[in-house]
């Protein structure tokens, strides 16, 4: 059969392109994805011959075997693992293919010097020998397939396709090197390339030499080894592997559990934040092993989405070998697996928050708003993740845990205060926070989108209600410490009997545009701001979800206007309310105190131009007085 020519995709003629510039300083990192490929093809037969030995066809010793030839400057590396039929390389090295590669291109920028240090992050997959090769040729014969392939690229938009001889299932991959690129003939740097990167690959990697092979890597899974007995780098080596990632980890939990049903866990908290890390699925990374035998990536029962920051491994001995993929999902030694996990996690978090509050702090940047997921879908470990949380707020600088605001509490204070919006700064300036800020009481500034939704579900921390200060009546005179401790006497307010007249006037002005006006305790500076009525939705969760276009909501719900009656533009339209012959001049006014406070909330003005033209007009009064 002829050979067929096939383009290559899009993305990965940009992939190839970035690649074939590459001035990378690593380039020795295709070695290490090539060898991952290796392994995972290994692994997925390995899997498949659980239910059909017959696709072994004779041997089960998988490997990964190095070889060079220096006359025709060609590296192979070639494994007896699952192989790939016809489609199957027309997909896989003609397209983006899932991991490494896909999270590289979403992530391109155009700048080539972050671009180039992506590719050590990500490693480009199979795609990266074209760093080192002028040419690529892949042998391959499927498990259970009777025709072999070859595939040939240079790399430069277009691959071909032919039927070849290969006696044996699995895949050769030789590179023609290109020039200047040499080492990679060398043996013992091919050596140290494997020990430093690969060393934990749980299969041989052998260095074949005419008939002599050496293995040039430990070759046992580093989990199964004695804890004691495992290094540091080699654990960071397995992470970089594992989690696709460059940086060490934050923390490292591994350990084995004993008993009914034993398992061992190596996971890793990675200390960047991974690219997928707000993927839409929220999946978890962690691999699951049985016996040392990969089982699957996929297995969403073993941990929560609200841990999928964890990278790494389980394996369990007490788990059937053919497990399914499809029945992981109820078994029930997987759930106990997974309760076991979660635990450890949260202790371990715990120890760090304890005795490392700095390193702590780093942690919950990055993995802060994930976690908080738990307190709403993990009922059982509500308190263990709301005492791990942290929070900014208006007191102390930093970062602060419940108990230590709890500690912080004034006097008559039975509430825990929150402010919940995205924009930390925003929130700090919020008006409604005056009042608080003036009694030196304490309020949690929220701004994770995920807040809106868990403080509605927990209602209350030791007994502390949460209370938002946008929502419903605010009675802050039962807390100590009213504003004048600063030596200032507050402001006049308005009379009385003013005030109930200018309250009247403007509900009738504003109408259905409020739910109501009333005069506020959380005001110092400001004239007025928006709440929501007690029961109505807050207004951050409001707001959140127009954000988010949910059609489900209608019109902007009618909110409570507070006034402030010390203010001196209320004291004024107070008394502008008791002279009755100005109500054109106050429903001009009503309308802008209402504008100004959505404003303030950074709220759209629903009608600019009214807006505009109720400014202008009362611009011209003040000028004109
Ligand atoms: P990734 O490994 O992240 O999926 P790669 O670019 O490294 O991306 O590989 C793309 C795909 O090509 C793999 O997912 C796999 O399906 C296939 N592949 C690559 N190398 C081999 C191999 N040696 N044996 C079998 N399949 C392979
Ligand atoms: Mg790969």
Known sequence: MAKEKFPFQAEVSRVLQIVARSLYSHKEIFLRELISNASDACDRLRYLALTDPSLLGGGDTFKVTLG????????????????????????????????????????????????????????VGFYSAFMVSRKVEVTTRKAGDETAWLWTSDGKGEFTIAEADRAHLGTTITLHLAKGEDEFLDRSRLESIVKAYSDHVAIPIVFADGEVEDTLNTASAIWTRPKGEVTDDQLNEFYHHVAHALDAPWHVIFNRVEGVLAYTNLLFIPSARPFDLFDPDRRHRVKLYVKRVFITDQAEALLPSYLRFLRGIVDSEDLALNISRESIQHDPKIARIRSGLVKRTLGELKKKADKEADAYAA???????????????????????????????????GLTSLDDYVGRMKDGQDAIYTITGEDLDVLRRSPQLEGFKARGVEVLL????????????????????????????????????????????????????????????????????????????????????????????????????????????????????????????????????????????????????????????????????????????????????
């Not at 402001?491 to 200018?502: D, H, K």
Request: proline share 4%; hydrophobic share 40%; glycine share 8%.
């Open 68 to 123: 060079i030839d220096a006359s025709e400057r060609t590296l192979t590396v070639a494994d007896n693992g699952i192989g790939m039929s016809r489609d199957e390389l027309v997909e896989n090295l003609g397209t983006v293919a899932r991991s490494g590669t896909q999270g590289f291109v979403d992530q391109l920028t155009g700048d080539e010097k972050k671009d180039m240090a992506l590719i050590g992050q990500f490693g």
């Open 363 to 397: 942690f919950w940047k990055n993995f802060g708003a994930v976690l908080k997921e738990g307190i709403y879908e993990d009922f059982a470990n509500r308190e263990a993740i709301l005492a791990l949380s942290r929070f900014h707020s208006t007191g102390p600088e």
């Open 446 to 625: 929220l701004n994770d989108a995920i807040d809106e939704f868990w403080i509605p579900a927990v209602g209350a921390y030791k007994e502390k209600p949460f209370k938002s200060v946008t929502q419903g009546s605010a009675d802050l005179s039962k807390i100590a410490d009213a504003p004048e401790a600063a030596g200032e006497t507050p402001e006049r307010a308005a009379e009385p009997a003013a005030l109930v007249r200018l309250i009247a006037a403007l509900k009738d002005a504003l109408g259905d545009a409020v739910k109501d006006v009333r005069t506020s305790e959380r005001l110092t500076e400001s004239p007025t701001c928006l709440v929501a009525d007690e029961g109505d939705m807050d207004m951050g969760l409001e707001r959140m979800l127009r954000r988010h276009r949910d059609s489900t909501l209608g019109n902007t719900t009618p909110r409570v206007l507070e006034i402030n009656p010390a203010h001196a533009l209320i004291r004024r339209l107070a008394e502008l309310a008791e002279r009755e012959d100005d109500a054109e001049a106050l429903g001009d006014s009503a309308h802008l105190l209402l504008d100004q406070a959505r404003i303030a909330e950074g709220e759209p003005v629903p009608d600019p131009g009214a807006f505009a033209r109720r400014l202008a007009s009362i611009m011209e009064k003040g000028l004109a007085a």
